[in-house]
């Protein structure tokens, strides 16, 4: 069913092959024959050494497990204490939800809705649709109905997470805070400081021409 892989190179403009037979590198440019999708198949770009596809069981695999390791964390990093601030013999604590509800009445109010929305629920709806596109691949059986839209929208939704914005945010004012008062880290900011490291994994792992083309493949089946 195969034909032997190509080396990858870019193909003289006289006899170019159709539009779908071509990868451009996401990171260069250059114009790439696409590999023939096969387990196990590895393909960077020769210029640049983007990767462009990982082999695919082992990506599916490994992303779904960060997913779900990027739901729990988040579950602790929203609701245990994230610092506790103590001056003149006054200590408070504070978890981030407390600090988005501070701001829940009155005109802040969207303000409280944009904090969740962008640290909290945006990330765990992308880790949602993720898993939703990738369970049914890790098992080998075909993509359940929607994965396609469920994918484009979780490669939409990844600006807007900001998850790892908030913690250099948070880092930055609390070198400001640590000035006027004793500032104790609580376990929700190292579960922040975990999440940064996961997500930046996920999202390194996780190669849109590999999913794509498995999504592909299925489609014309
Ligand atoms: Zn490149």
């Known amino acids: 069913m195969s034909s032997p892989a190509s080396p990858p190179a870019a193909p003289a403009p006289a006899d170019l092959p159709p539009l779908?037979?071509?990868?451009a590198c996401p990171a260069c440019d250059l114009?790439?024959?696409?590999a023939p999708l096969e387990e196990g198949?590895?393909?960077?770009?020769p210029r640049c050494h983007h990767l462009l596809y990982a082999p695919?069981?082992?990506t599916v695999v490994q992303v779904i497990a960060l997913s779900l390791t990027v739901a729990i964390l988040m579950i602790g990093a929203v609701f245990f204490p994230f610092l506790e601030i103590s001056a003149g013999?006054?200590?408070h604590e504070s978890s981030v939800f407390d600090a988005a509800m501070a701001f829940s009445d009155g005109i802040l109010l969207p303000l409280s809705f944009a904090v969740?929305?962008?640290?909290v629920v945006l990330p765990l709806l992308r880790v949602a649709l993720l898993v939703y596109t990738l369970w049914p691949?890790?098992?080998g059986r075909p993509a359940w109905p929607l994965a396609r839209r469920a994918?484009?929208?979780?490669e939409a939704v990844q600006p807007w997470s900001m998850a790892e914005i908030f913690v250099v945010g948070a880092v930055v004012a609390l070198v400001k805070i640590a000035g006027l008062a004793t500032v104790t880290l609580g376990p929700a900011f190292w579960a922040f400081a975990l999440l940064v490291a996961v997500v930046t994994l996920q999202n390194n792992l996780l190669n849109d021409w590999t999913i794509w083309t498995v999504l592909d493949t299925q489609k014309k089946r």
Do not use: K
């Open 20 to 23: 779908d037979a071509l990868i």
């Open 31 to 34: 114009l790439l024959l696409r």
């Open 41 to 45: 198949i590895r393909q960077s770009c």
């Open 56 to 58: 695919r069981a082992r």
């Open 89 to 91: 013999g006054i200590s």
């Open 116 to 119: 969740m929305a962008l640290i």
């Open 137 to 139: 691949l890790a098992q």
């Open 151 to 154: 994918f484009r929208l979780a």
